[in-house]
Structure formats: C-alpha cells, structure tokens
C-alpha cells in the first residue's frame, strides 16, 4: 500500500513539473546572496500559503518554516532546503540566465528550493497518507555556513525526531541518487593571519624584520601540520587562500595577511588544529624575528549520516528511481551546513543527480560561472523529497 503510494509520486511530481521548471527560473533569473534572500522567501512563503499552509518567516536570516499535519499523529520529520545563491558572475548562455550582474544561483539552490516545494505540493494533496507531521525548512544563508546554526538557535528542531536533505550534483546524471553512511562532508574552518615585521628598503633587509620572509616559511610549515601530524587515514586538507602583503617591488613591507580553511573528517582532528596551527605559526615566526596573531573560527562540523535513515533514504530512492540508479556517494571535504542540524536530530543527506541524463556532454561542477542543472531532475527530488516523508510516516 505504502510502495505503491510512493511508487505513484513520480508521476504525479512530472504532473507538475512545468510548475517547478518555471519557479525555479524565476529564483535563477532572481538571484540573492546569503542573508538577502527576501524575495526568495517571499515567493516560497506565497506558495506555501497557497496549498493552506501556516508560515513562520524570518528564523535565521529569511529563513522559513511551514508545518504540514497528516490526518493521525505520529513522528514528526522535517525536510530541508537551502536558498541562497553566489557571489558570481553566471556565464552561461541560458534564456534565464542571472539578472543581477555578479550574482548567481551556480549551487542549486534555486532548485533545491523549487524541489521542496513541489514536495510539499504533493503531500498536502496526501495528508491521509500521513500519521505524523512534517516540517518544511527553507533555510537562508547556507553559502556562508550561517543559516542552519541560526535556525537550530531559533527553536526549528524542537519536537523534530529526523531531518532529511538533499543536495544536487551535476557530475551525476539526473534520475541518479548518492547515498553514503556516516561521514558524507567535511568540516569547514577558516582563519586569519597577521604576520607583523618592520618595513624598510628592500636592499637593506637587516635593518628590518621581513614578514614576507616569514610567512613563506608559515605556509611551508602548515602544510607540515597535516603531512607529520595527523594519522594518514584522517583525511585533512589546509589550504592557504589568500596571501596580501606588500605594495612595492623594493620595499619590505610592516605586515602580510593570510587566510585559509582546514577540512577534514574527523572530529577530533578538527578539534585539535587550531592549537597545532597556533604553535607551527607562533614558533615560525619567532624564528624569523616577527610576531604572528592567528584568528581561527570552526564553521561547521562534519556531515555525519545517521545508518537508520541513511537505510530509510535508499529505500525511497529504491522504489522511486530504483535500485540501479542508487550508488555509493565518495565522501568530499567540502562542507554543508545541513551537518549542524545532524548534530541535533538523527537524519540523512543525499546527493541528487543533476547533470545531463548521457554523460555525453561536459557537466560544470558546482560553483562554476558555467554551472546549470539538467531539470529533468526537478521532480525526481519532489518526489523522493516527498516519498521520504510518506515512506517513514506511512
Ligand atoms: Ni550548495
């Protein structure tokens, strides 16, 4: 009864998939940066209170939250989407290309956004499907890993007992999905270096004190943190951003700036990097006569699956997109902010193919000013979105 209720979601999300391709140019043609997403959310917003649901607006940002009962009691699950696009500027040649120059949806947001949605379409026409709630999350500020944490602060996971998400991934065709158990993303830090020397002439080097000097030695020495330092098989990346130092090709400049961000798996590998990093860079410094302040912040955990509902995901995409078109997602170091709602409610997070159906032509990855999405995969995450909540809740 319950396959076949889930097995019936696909057909019923194409029913309505013209519907989703057009909201979802419309957030493309209508980009907005993290925190700014007022537009977006008041186009959600008028959505969802045209299928007669009650919304809570600004949590978190512009961020928003609606509450779908089903007709008998049960758990509750929440479904989440992220809204905010880039600061980039879209190079595609789509008719719907960005309006807004400098601006641009190459993460999929816009999508992930039309694809909630369009789930919620579909389950406010099947509450007598449902014993429990589910609560729908159209989270702001993701892009800069903000979004989440002030929702998580601002109560939306009070009462939740799982959360589900979806992220699309151009690299695999649409009507594909990627499921990992345990670590699927890693964690995100970054810092900030000042390196402070004396400035002089550049042909008199020892009457002053180089932070130029010091800081190459830093940025050899960091990578050393990770290579001497952590275990082979805890995966860590360090990388060096940024470098400012300097204006003149004969001056020895006061100061150079640096920032960079640490990913790694491993929690405990994460917790232990600001103190390693402090200790390379203050005694390298040191060692080159300059004085060197470290300004480190932990951004987001890493994403860590729950095995219960990483089970429950690939039985929805089984009966949806079936069997052969699940594989095994390769864990990335990049980060995702749905980690911090896993920290607080058992969940899963899933990839969902989005590039072209052959593989034939070039996909461009996420973040790239030529990135677009194949939209077939438009109503494939409505309905698996859906069909997670009708699959637990059935
Ligand atoms: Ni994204």
């Not at 969940?347 to 077939?376: M, R, V």
Request: proline fraction near 5%; charge should be negative; charged fraction near 20%.
């Amino acid at each position: 009864m319950t396959n076949k209720a889930i097995r019936d979601l696909l057909p019923a999300a194409r029913a309505i998939e013209r519907e989703l391709i057009e909201l979802r140019r419309k957030l493309h043609q209508n980009p907005e940066l993290s925190l700014e997403e007022e537009e977006t959310s008041n186009t959600a917003a008028e959505l969802l209170q045209g299928l007669g649901l009650e919304v809570q607006r600004g949590i978190g940002g512009h961020g928003l939250i609606a509450d779908l009962a089903g007709d008998r009691p049960g758990p509750r699950i929440a479904l989440r989407a992220d809204m905010d696009a880039l600061p980039i500027q879209e190079e595609t040649d789509l008719p719907y290309a960005s309006f807004i120059p400098g601006k641009m949806h190459a993460c999929g947001h816009d999508a992930h956004t039309a694809m909630l949605y369009g789930a919620a379409k579909l389950l406010s026409e099947r509450k007598n499907q449902l014993a429990g709630s589910v609560r729908l999350i159209f989270q702001s500020a993701e892009e800069i890993n903000a979004g989440a944490k002030a929702m998580v602060e601002q109560g939306v996971l009070e009462g939740i007992d799982e959360i589900y998400g979806l992220h699309n991934l151009p690299t695999l065709p649409a009507g594909k999905a990627a499921t990992r158990y345990g670590a699927l993303m890693g964690s995100v830090d970054r810092f900030e270096l000042t390196i402070w020397g004396k400035g002089g002439h550049g042909a008199i080097p020892d009457q002053c004190v180089d932070p130029i000097v010091a800081a190459s030695a830093i940025i050899m020495s960091l990578q050393s943190a990770v290579s001497r330092e952590i275990s082979p098989f805890d995966p860590v990346v360090l990388s060096i951003g940024s470098i400012h130092g300097g204006a003149s090709y004969n001056v020895i400049p006061n100061q150079v700036e640096l920032t960079g961000t640490v990913r790694t798996f491993s929690r405990s590998v994460q917790m232990d990097l600001p103190a390693r990093l402090q200790r390379i860079i203050n005694q390298t410094a040191e060692a080159y006569r300059c004085k060197a302040e470290l300004r480190y912040t932990q951004q987001v955990p890493v994403l860590t699956n729950h095995d219960d509902q990483v089970q429950h995901v690939e039985g929805t995409i089984d009966l949806i997109l079936g069997r052969d078109n699940r594989i095994e997602a390769a864990p990335v170091l990049a980060g995702e902010d749905f980690s911090v709602y896993l920290q607080h409610v058992k969940g899963c997070f899933f990839w969902l193919g989005s590039g072209p159906a052959t593989g034939a032509e070039q996909a461009y990855g996420l973040h790239h000013p030529k990135y677009s999405i194949n939209e077939d995969c438009l109503p494939f995450g409505a309905s698996l979105l859906a069909g997670i909540a009708i699959n637990r809740l059935g």
